[in-house]
């Protein structure tokens, strides 16, 4: 099995950029693991809100593999403690056969044909975040995930 996680437009803050490639690389321990940053749409800021979501979304969807479960990282997805996401994690991994495939948008979210094709959306906060904070804090929640179901001593209850 394999998880990939895509994330739109390139990281310009150095230490989200160092704290992602320290998670990554320990999160390769545990599964066969790939980041990919999806380039930006360009002239991006002249396209209207729902025309650059749409662009996005092909880019999304080109890259998925056949077969892949879409997991989008989506403010109004369903919440977990870490525990539970760990334990969502470990049943994907058990019970699927698919890869994983984790999307973290742009900022203004996911076009109408990426929502239609993802099999669950995942929030993990109630609060809002920007798309460059969130690479670095779903990053090194699964690598929490997968230190939880290896019972190892990062986590702390």
């Known amino acids: 099995m394999r998880i990939r996680t895509f994330s739109i437009g390139k990281t310009n803050v150095d230490y989200v950029k160092d704290g992602v490639a320290q998670f990554n690389s320990r999160i390769t321990k545990y599964c066969k693991y790939e980041w990919e940053e999806i380039p930006d749409v360009k002239n991006r ?4 809100k729902a025309d650059l979501k749409k662009e996005e979304g092909k880019l999304i969807l080109k890259r998925l593999q056949p077969g892949e479960r879409l997991i989008l990282l989506d403010e109004n997805g369903k919440g977990f403690s870490s525990l539970k996401f760990s334990s969502w ?6 019970i699927q056969v698919k890869n994983i495939c984790f999307v ?26 920007n798309h460059q904070i969130i690479r670095l804090l779903f990053a090194e929640q699964l690598y929490r995930a997968f230190t939880i179901i290896r019972g190892e001593p990062y986590h702390h209850e």
């Open 45 to 48: 800021a002249k396209l209207p």
């Open 89 to 94: 994690l470990n049943n994907s991994i058990n």
């Open 104 to 129: 973290i948008g742009g900022a203004y979210g996911f076009s109408d044909e990426v929502y239609a094709r993802a099999e669950v959306k995942i929030a993990l906060s109630p609060m809002t975040f």
